[in-house]
Nanobody, 129 residues
Framework: QVQLVESGGGLVQAGGSLRLSCAAS????????VAWFRQAPGEDREFVAS???????????NYANSVKDRFTISRDNAMNTVYLQMNSLKSEDTAVYYC???????????????????WGQGTQVTVSS
């Protein structure tokens, strides 16, 4: 079992920045890919970014087109924490942001919710225009 707790959400003006954190506990020694998803009111939960696990300090990342070049995902394995640095925020980034973890496999689709078995409770990000 893996437990995930997000933090760092809040209210920010358009053009501003926030950094979300996802702290993992439990069986974190396994080979997990971690992702961020978000869900706006009345919308489906959508993929934002993901980062692979690594045995050699090389990480593979994926981003949704809507956040590419604005958001950066990173991980600190020593702290069992994954971060999402969000810059140049737009009103359309307003959503509840969820951290998710799933065992890394060669056939895993990193952008699909189906690949992630563990989810946090979410943190609200509100961008005012």
């Amino acid at each position: 079992q893996v437990q995930l707790v997000e933090s760092g959400g809040g209210l920010v003006q358009a053009g501003g920045s926030l950094r979300l954190s996802c702290a993992a506990s439990g069986r974190t020694e396994s080979n997990y890919r971690v992702a961020w998803f978000r869900q706006a009111p009345g919308e489906d939960r959508e993929f934002v970014a993901s980062i692979s696990s690594s045995g050699n300090s090389i990480y593979y990342v994926n981003y949704a087109n809507s956040v590419k070049d604005r958001f950066t995902i990173s991980r600190d394995n020593a702290m069992n924490t994954v971060y999402l640095q969000m810059n140049s925020l737009k009103s359309e980034d307003t959503a509840v942001y969820y951290c998710a973890a799933g065992l890394h496999t060669a056939t895993m689709n990193p952008t699909s919710r189906a690949g992630y078995g563990y989810w946090g409770q979410g943190t609200q990000v509100t961008v005012s225009s």
